[in-house]
Nanobody
Framework: QVQLVESGGGLVQAGGSLRLSCAAS????????MGWFRQAPGKEREFVAA????????YYAPSVKGRFTISRDNAKNTVSLEMNSLKPEDTAVYYC??????????????????WGQGTQVTVSS
């Protein structure tokens, strides 16, 4: 079983930055592909970014590409999401996700086996 705990959410003005972190409990953290998803009120959960177990491949939703950066530290069992140039439409609950295998479609929720509880990000205009 893998437990994921997100942190770093909060309230920020448009144009500002936040850094989200996700701590994983699994001793075999380094074998998992990891992802970030978000869910705004009244909307479905959507893909934000993903990173392979080695950290060499990253994937981004078009809406965040160039503004967000995903990274991981396998030694510390953490994955992070650096968010810059935030917009009000980035407001959502952000979820960390882990896959027990190399993902085929990193943007698909079905690829991920474990989820965190989420952290709220609110961007004011």
């Amino acid at each position: 079983q893998v437990q994921l705990v997100e942190s770093g959410g909060g309230l920020v003005q448009a144009g500002g930055s936040l850094r989200l972190s996700c701590a994983a409990s699994a001793r075999t953290f380094s074998i998992y592909d990891m992802g970030w998803f978000r869910q705004a009120p009244g909307k479905e959960r959507e893909f934000v970014a993903a990173i392979t177990w080695s950290g060499t491949m990253t994937y981004y939703a078009p809406s965040v590409k160039g503004r967000f950066t995903i990274s991981r530290d396998n030694a510390k069992n953490t994955v992070s999401l650096e968010m810059n140039s935030l917009k009000p439409e980035d407001t959502a609950v952000y979820y960390c996700a882990a896959s027990v295998r190399a993902t085929v479609v990193p943007s698909s929720r079905r690829e991920y086996d474990f989820w965190g509880q989420g952290t709220q990000v609110t961007v004011s205009s």
